[in-house]
T-cell receptor
């Protein structure tokens, strides 16, 4: 059974800092991995999707990497801003018709 | 604007009173799904649908029903709600199955309280 873990559960950083969020999964046979952002009272917004054949994806200040063999992904946020404060979730697809989510990392960027 | 719309956003109801949470998408997506989000448990899939008239159970289907009569709509039905169904519910859609490497779009969520 696929399990996804995100560490840390919460992270507080000063504005301008570069930071890394971690995601690990137990079954390396995945089709893809997605990173989402969830704001309080709002839905999830897809940030990046990495296919199993890819090593990384970039969008603006965000860079996500995937090491399928070790079951790890990282989300790198450059020059963090208060508007980046949110909960970040990673989810994998592996052999079933569903996304398996981690419990998320709650990020607070302090001005 | 491409979006997934859920209604209502907030709902308080009593045990046993049937309710429906609607979900509609305007992107002509084939794949739709319902999740519930609970503290400490994260997001778990309730039901999914790969196309019109094709639905299947997810991880936590007990106490829920769904239907997919039209491509754009995927309502979630609670025939006899109970307090353990108090949760935050999300509808999601994508162009195809998740393993087709298609981006997932989520609705704004429905916060349901059953008393």
């Amino acid at each position: 059974k696929q399990e996804v873990t995100q560490i840390p559960a919460a992270l507080s950083v000063p504005e301008g800092e570069n930071l890394v969020l971690n995601c690990s999964f137990t079954d390396s046979a995945i089709y893809n991995l997605q990173w989402f952002r969830q704001d309080p009272g709002k839905g999830l917004t897809s940030l990046l999707l990495i296919q199993s054949s890819q090593r990384e994806q970039t969008s603006g200040r965000l860079n996500a990497s995937l090491d399928k063999s070790s079951g790890r992904s990282t989300l790198y946020i450059a020059a963090s801003q208060p508007g980046d404060s949110a909960t970040y979730l990673c989810a994998v697809t592996s052999g079933s018709e569903k996304l398996v989510f981690g419990k998320g990392t709650k990020l607070t960027v302090n001005p | 604007e491409a979006q997934v719309t859920q209604n209502p956003r907030y709902l308080i109801t009593v045990t046993g009173k049937k309710l429906t949470v609607t979900c509609s998408q305007n992107m002509n997506h084939e794949y739709m799904s319902w999740y519930r989000q609970d503290p400490g448990l994260g997001l778990r899939q309730i039901y999914y649908s790969m196309n019109v008239e094709v639905t299947d159970k997810g991880d936590v289907p007990e106490g829920y029903k769904v239907s997919r009569k039209e491509k754009r709509n995927f309502p979630l039905i609670l025939e006899s709600p109970s307090p353990n169904q108090t949760s935050l519910y999300f509808c999601a859609s994508s162009l195809g199955s998740w393993y087709m490497n298609t981006e997932a779009f989520f609705g704004q969520g429905t916060r349901l309280t059953v008393v």
